[in-house]
C-alpha cells in the first residue's frame, strides 16, 4: 500500500473511458477493503456501477468476508464477487457463497513458483495453487482469476507456462493476470485461449500507455476469430 500508484483521481470517468475504448468487463479491486478486510469504497463503486450502467459486466475483489457483502454488492449491480484471501483462509464461506450466489463467484489466486499467497501478497502459503483451484472448482466457482505475484505490476510479460497449467487442470475457466505489458502478450495469451483461458486483466499497463487498450482488444478480437 505503501508504494502506491494513483492513476486518476476521478475512477467513475475512468470506468467510462475504458468502457468507451471497447471494454467487455470492467475489474474493480477494494484495496483498502483488502487490507482493511471489510469493504471501504462502496460510494466509489456505486459512481463506477452508475456510470457503466449494466452495459458490461462488472466484477469485483477486495476485502469481501461474508454473504450480507456479496449479497449487497450483487443488488447494487456488480456481476461477479471474488473472493480471494478468504477463499483460502475460510474455504467453508467460499462453499457457502457458491451455494448461495451460483454463478457469480469468482475465485482470485494470487500464487508465486506456484504457491498461493494470501493478505495482499504479504504472506505465502504452503498451498499448491493447481490443487487449491481444483478443490474451488468443486465448490461450483464460476471461473478463477490466476495472478504471478511475481510479475504483476512489473510490466515484464505474462507467465503464460503456469497460466496454462493451470487452465489444463480446471474445468472452469481461467483469467490471466499479472505482467500484461504489450501487444506481445496479448498474442501469447490468445495462442493458448483453447487451453481454457477467456480473458486478462490489465491495469498498470494500460495506465502508463505501453499497452494501448484498443489496439489491444482489437488484437483479441481478431485472434479469436471474434471479427472478420
Known amino acids: 500500500m505503501d508504494d502506491a500508484t494513483v492513476f486518476s483521481e476521478d475512477p467513475r470517468a475512468m470506468a467510462r473511458l475504458w468502457l468507451d475504448k471497447g471494454a467487455r468487463r470492467l475489474h ?73 450466489f451460483p454463478g457469480h463467484i469468482i475465485v482470485g489466486l494470487d500464487a508465486k513458483d506456484g504457491k498461493v499467497a494470501v493478505d495482499g501478497w504479504s504472506k505465502l502459503t504452503g498451498h499448491d495453487v493447481v490443487d487449491l483451484a481444483r478443490k474451488f472448482e468443486d465448490y461450483g466457482v464460476e471461473s478463477v482469476i490466476y495472478t504471478d505475484i511475481g ?7 505474462v507467465n503464460i507456462e503456469a497460466t496454462v497449467k493451470l487452465a489444463r487442470a480446471l474445468r472452469i475457466p481461467v483469467i490471466a493476470s499479472g505482467g500484461i505489458t504489450n501487444l506481445d502478450d496479448i498474442d501469447a495469451l490468445c495462442a493458448v485461449e483453447s487451453e481454457g483461458i477467456i480473458g486478462a486483466i490489465t491495469g498498470r499497463a494500460i495506465y502508463e500507455g505501453s499497452l494501448d487498450f484498443e489496439a489491444a482488444q482489437t488484437r483479441a478480437d481478431e485472434l479469436s476469430g471474434e471479427v472478420d
Open 28 to 100: 474493480l479491486v477494494d484495496l483498502n477493503g483488502a487490507v482493511a478486510g471489510k469493504p471501504k469504497n462502496a460510494s466509489v463503486i456505486r459512481d463506477i456501477l452508475a456510470e457503466v450502467e449494466g452495459e458490461i459486466p462488472v466484477q469485483l475483489g477486495g476485502g469481501i468476508r461474508d454473504l450480507d457483502t456479496i449479497e449487497r454488492y450483487l443488488d447494487d449491480g456488480i456481476s461477479y464477487v471474488i473472493i480471494g484471501t478468504a477463499a483460502v483462509k475460510n474455504p467453508g464461506f467460499l462453499h457457502d457463497a457458491c451455494s448461495a
Open 151 to 157: 510479475r504483476d505490476g512489473m510490466l515484464n510479460g
